[in-house]
């Protein structure tokens, strides 16, 4: 049985990865910004844990919370976060930062807070989500994908500084998953080219990002849960875990394929 906290539970990847490791007889936090919609995840016995991920009070109040309920952390799942496409050039430098701190600063706040105990122990996993879109990029996900790329080597650099003090990092790389996360990369995609230079090319892409999250090539969101478990609980767990749909295909192709081609099919892929 371990103490888990898993962070950006309230739908999608984190409910359903909440409810299958509590299922496994694990304590499971499941944490978000608004406890009302962690009110379902209480009949997995999943304990509701109120956190913004961006406000470094929230954040220490978590983990305080956690270690006075139950003393120890063994789990650190970071998975909240989300995607904001469009051009670069569309694209406010505000809402870029915001990413970041979602997806990147807000994840390691964090693991900074929790690492203590976890070397005290002498034992701990840090599961960081990333996604395959950290290996390769998408058209018009430059800051998305800048995020990812950045957790990446964050987990790279954390795995070789902890791994004398018994503690184990792994990264999740999703492919499409059939989960919300395209509708809303789609609709900031065409709200940031909206009478722009861009808004013709960005209305082509969200349309196609539409079209294939509403399909079913995308993959079940258990594929990642299923993914996460197995950090959890092997004993030797992967580095990372690249999984979903297109997720080795599309990497192995941008390892193999010239830039200008893999670049080619990026852009037109919707």
């Not at 900031?188 to 999250?213: F, H, I, P, V």
């Not at 599309?250 to 081609?261: H, R, S």
Request: charged share 25%; proline share 3%; no cysteine.
């Amino acid at each position: 049985m371990s103490v888990i906290l898993i962070t950006g539970a309230s739908s999608g990847i984190g409910y359903q990865t909440a409810e299958l490791l509590a299922s496994q007889n694990n304590i499971v936090y499941g944490a978000a910004r608004r406890l009302d919609k962690l009110n379902e995840l209480k009949k997995y016995n999943v304990r509701p844990l109120e956190l913004d991920i961006t406000n470094e009070e929230s954040i220490k109040s978590a983990v305080k919370t956690i270690i006075k309920e139950e003393g120890h952390i063994d789990v650190l799942i970071n998975n909240a976060g989300y995607g904001s496409y469009g051009a670069v050039e569309d694209v406010s430098i505000e809402e870029a930062k915001r990413q970041f701190d979602v997806n990147l600063f807000g994840m390691a706040q964090l693991t900074q807070l929790v690492l203590p105990y976890m070397r005290k122990q002498h034992e701990g996993r840090i599961i960081n989500t990333s996604s395959m879109g950290g290996r390769l990029v998408s058209y018009m996900g430059a800051w998305y994908h800048a995020t990812k790329y950045a957790v990446e080597a964050f987990s790279d650099a954390l795995r070789m500084e902890t791994k004398e003090f018994g503690i184990k990092v792994s990264v999740i790389e999703p492919g499409g998953i059939k989960t919300n996360w395209g509708f809303i990369a789609a609709d900031k995609l065409q709200k940031s080219a909206q009478g722009g230079a861009y808004e013709e090319q960005a209305d082509k892409a969200a349309t196609g990002m539409r079209k294939q999250y509403s399909s079913n090539m995308m993959s079940d969101p258990k594929v990642v849960s299923k993914a996460i478990l197995r950090a959890v609980s092997s004993n030797r767990p992967k580095t990372r875990y690249l999984i979903g749909f297109g997720a080795k295909p599309l990497v192995f192709a941008k390892t193999i394929l010239p830039t200008t081609v893999f670049d080619f099919i990026m852009k037109h892929a919707s």
